[in-house]
Each structure stands twice: as structure tokens, then as C-alpha cells.
């Protein structure tokens, strides 16, 4: 009879450490999950504010290397609807108003960009447009508030997969029935970035993350921008997951950059 006893509380004692192991273990690995997405997130937002300072410094210096717009930006002039509300993410100096009045076509912008440097150039360029300091990332506008959006070398700075289908999710929303996303990125696979590829290791989320160092004259300090470097493939795939119909142009290479000119059908 005491031995059957002794057998049952032995029995019992082991289940209740294993129960209590189990739950050890269990809190362990959440408290190492949670800990895991903390240091991801502050990742995100740190490489979000060593974007943000590096702008801000190169600010002048950047500013004043993109007074003109590049030629290949005129394909969108003839889909500019007249009287139509555009918005320019990632605005910088406000470059693109030169695009605009160039089509003569009266328009309604609305510039956007994280530096606060930068919009303080575009608002003494062009004292008559709107410009917002803030994070294309944060922003939040009405359904069907645009004709036309624009992002022109901005996309490639977002960090990571579920950010860019987010960012086009949202200008979706924010974009009129046949209105258009005009977007261009840096092709970064040239002879002059391969060696970025190999740069910063630990610090790229995917294969095709580039390091791109901005130095300014009369200055030792060098500034690292992230930039994604986008395939075709991957930027179609993008688009459509958002429901964007690949027209009038879809994606397409030009000499220096991947761009896109699609529309919200």
C-alpha cells in the first residue's frame, strides 16, 4: 500500500515539474519572441532616423545637385488630368514643379518629404504650393483625393517589403478612379554601386539592400543611404497585389532608373 502511494506522489511530483518546465520554457521563449520584435522595430526605426539626419545634412549640398528635373520624367505630361490634385512623395526641393508648369496644365500640389532642410528649400523655390514636413509612412488622407502621385526616387528608401505594399495599399486608397502612379527608383545594378551589394552585411534585410555613401565636399564625413534595389518582377508583383493595372506603361528600365506609370482602374 506504501509502495503504491509512494509510486502515485513520485508520479505526481514529475508531472507537476514537467508542467512547471513546460511553463518556464513557454515564458521563456515568449519573453525571447516579444524581445526579438523590439529590437526589429527599434532596427526599423533607427535606420528610419539615420535617413531622416543624413538628408537633413546633406540637405544644401543635395538640393542644390537636383535643381533640374531629369528628361525622362515628361512621359507622364500627356496623362496629367487639367485642374487635377497631385501629390509628390518624397517632394525634396520640389524639383518636379518644373515638370508641371512645363505641361501647362493647372494643377493642385501638395509636396511631402521627411527633411525638414529640404522643404524649407522647396517652400522658398515655390512659395505658392503646399509642402509637409512628415513620413510618407505616417501619412493618412481621405479615399479618392488625387488624380496623380508621384514618387520619384523615393520608394527604393523603404526599408522592407511589408512597407512598400503598405505605401502602395494606401496611394490606392488615396487615388481617384483612373488616376496614376508615376514612380521611379535607382537602378543600383551598375558598375559604379556593385561594390555597395557587399558593403554593411548585417545591417541589409535582403539580398538586393544597398548602402549608397554620400559625401560632402570640403568634408571627411560620409552619410550611408539605404536604398532597395528593385527587379522588374518584384516591382510588378508589388503593384498588382495592389490591385494597380500595369498601364499605360507598367514598369519599365531607363538608363539610370526602374520606373513605373500605372493606374488605379
Avoid at 105 to 123: N, R, T
Wanted: with cysteine; aromatic share 16%.
Amino acid at each position: 500500500m506504501w509502495g503504491a502511494n509512494l509510486c502515485w506522489l513520485k508520479a505526481r511530483r514529475s508531472a507537476r515539474t514537467k508542467s512547471r518546465s513546460l511553463e518556464y520554457f513557454c515564458l521563456y521563449n515568449s519573453n525571447r519572441i516579444l524581445l526579438i520584435k523590439l529590437l526589429f522595430i527599434f532596427w526599423l526605426m533607427s535606420d528610419k532616423k539615420n535617413l531622416q539626419d543624413a538628408y537633413n545634412q546633406i540637405a544644401q549640398e543635395f538640393s542644390a545637385t537636383r535643381a533640374y528635373p531629369w528628361q525622362e520624367l515628361s512621359v507622364f505630361i500627356p496623362y496629367l488630368k487639367n485642374g487635377g490634385k497631385v501629390l509628390d512623395l518624397g517632394c525634396g526641393n520640389g524639383r518636379l514643379i518644373k515638370v508641371l508648369e512645363d505641361s501647362q496644365m493647372p494643377y493642385e500640389y501638395l509636396g511631402v518629404d521627411f527633411s525638414e532642410q529640404l522643404i524649407q528649400a522647396a517652400k522658398k523655390n515655390h512659395p505658392k504650393h503646399n509642402f509637409v514636413v512628415a513620413d510618407m509612412r505616417d501619412l493618412d488622407y481621405p479615399e479618392a483625393s488625387f488624380d496623380f502621385v508621384f514618387l520619384v526616387a523615393a520608394f527604393h528608401h523603404l526599408e522592407t517589403k511589408a512597407d512598400r505594399q503598405a505605401m502602395l495599399d494606401n496611394i490606392y486608397y488615396w487615388l481617384k478612379p483612373n488616376g496614376y502612379l508615376f514612380m521611379t527608383n535607382w537602378n543600383l545594378l551598375q558598375k559604379k554601386y556593385l561594390k555597395c551589394f557587399f558593403k554593411n552585411i548585417f545591417e541589409k534585410k535582403s539580398w538586393n539592400d544597398v548602402f549608397v555613401p554620400y559625401k560632402l565636399p570640403n568634408s571627411n564625413r560620409r552619410y550611408e543611404r539605404y536604398y532597395h534595389s528593385f527587379t522588374v518582377g518584384e516591382l510588378e508583383g508589388l503593384l498588382q497585389v495592389a490591385n494597380f493595372s500595369l498601364q499605360p506603361k507598367g514598369v519599365y528600365k531607363t538608363r539610370f532608373n526602374i520606373n513605373c506609370l500605372v493606374k488605379k482602374t
